[in-house]
């Protein structure tokens, strides 16, 4: 029997998927548009309210091949479907709540200076983050 979680299961796959956050999904598209990438971005609320999913969405955005005219990922070229099927090297995401330690800090920090594979970028997505160590923070701020 296969059994994925409900929330798994119907998690958004683009942008307009996203519900109860158009303003956000507007600036991350028109910052897709224009090619305008910050280097760091950080999602900030109450648990629900899609933070993990809008940076998924986002990283696929990206990485994308052939966004779209409204900057939504296609998930029909090799790197939308690859960050589907969750086997993309350059979207790397981390729980910071079980990975907390300096030493998976230091490991980030050497895999930050290897280039993107297939993208123009590498992302990582750093979930919980206030769970890390103050240790960790510290060695994290030196790299952002």
């Known amino acids: 029997m296969n059994y994925t979680v409900l929330y798994r299961k119907y998690r ?3 942008f307009s998927d996203i519900v109860g956050q158009d303003v956000i999904v507007n600036i991350l598209t028109n910052q897709i548009k224009s090619g305008k990438i910050s280097h760091a971005y950080l999602f900030c609320g109450i ?3 899609g933070k993990t999913s809008t940076a998924k969405i986002f990283a ?3 990485a994308c091949l052939n966004n779209t005219e409204d ?3 296609c998930n029909e ?3 939308c479907k690859s ?3 969750g086997a993309s090297s350059d979207i790397i995401e981390i ?3 079980s990975n907390r330690s300096i030493d998976g800090i230091r490991t ?3 895999e930050v200076n290897l280039m993107p594979i297939f993208g123009k970028y590498k992302v990582y997505i750093i979930d919980e983050i206030h769970m890390l160590t103050t240790e960790a923070f510290n060695a994290l701020l030196k790299t952002l």
């Open 83 to 85: 960050i589907n099927e």
């Open 108 to 110: 980030l920090k050497e």
């Open 60 to 62: 696929k955005a990206i």
């Open 71 to 73: 900057g939504e990922p």
């Open 77 to 79: 070229c090799a790197s």
């Open 47 to 49: 648990r629900g309210t």
């Open 95 to 97: 729980d910071a709540a």
């Open 12 to 14: 958004p796959k683009k």
